[in-house]
């Protein structure tokens, strides 16, 4: 497994907003229950107004790339704006409410675990907290790759899961400090850093 900006303990994100929502998590729980939203970023929807508002031409594109440097990261060195209408029509995908919800009871938590059903834990899991997940079983061989600039994935949270995997084979931090979470897919210089660097690593396997 080749685990790019890996997302597993979250204690020391830096995205200053999931951090403050982390904390109040359960107003955000019991709001999605109550209207029934259960989708966030619904990829057609995004799409489209990505496609109307990041053209290259557009003074509107600044949102785009702004809000992009807030989530995830300031590397305007590996950003091609110009390609943004084509990257954004890809991503992001849309995902659940609850995978958010359950990102920010981890962060909480400070714990790899299970969904937390609060009170109702014992009916779910036997147990009144719910069961952290067991990384022993995971036997593949395992290589990380992280970069500091990463406001999604911070290098002490990598380096926690990376003492807790049973059959690691390599911890590579990018060299380049401002390198953010979405450049480990499209960076400009993403090959050279890192896709070159995976595959000479799966030549020995």
Not at 21 to 26: E, G, I, M, T
Not at 140 to 164: C, Q
């Amino acid at each position: 497994m080749f685990a790019l900006a890996p997302v597993v303990y979250v204690r020391y994100v830096p995205q200053p907003l999931l951090r403050a929502a982390a904390y109040v998590n359960k107003p955000l729980e019991l709001i999605s229950k109550l209207i029934g939203y259960n989708e966030l970023l619904p990829s057609k929807i995004l799409q489209t107004i990505f496609g109307k508002i990041c053209r290259d031409k557009l003074p509107s594109k600044i949102i785009c790339v702004n809000l992009i440097y807030f989530f995830c990261g300031y590397n305007p060195e590996e950003l091609n704006s110009t390609m943004l209408p084509v990257l954004l029509s890809h991503m992001p995908e849309g995902t659940s409410a609850r995978t958010l919800l359950h990102y920010m009871q981890e962060f909480l938590a400070d714990e790899f675990q299970m969904w937390d059903y609060g009170p109702t834990n014992i009916f779910h899991y036997g147990s009144r907290s719910p069961p952290k997940y067991n990384l022993s079983k995971v036997t593949a061989p395992v290589a990380l790759y992280y970069s500091i600039g990463d406001t999604l994935s911070d290098k002490m949270d990598v380096d926690r899961l990376y003492r807790n995997i049973i059959n690691p084979i390599g911890k590579f931090q990018v060299p380049k400090d401002h390198f953010s979470h979405m450049d480990f897919i499209w960076g400009i210089h993403s090959k050279e850093l890192i896709f070159d660097l995976i595959i000479g690593l799966m030549s020995r396997f």
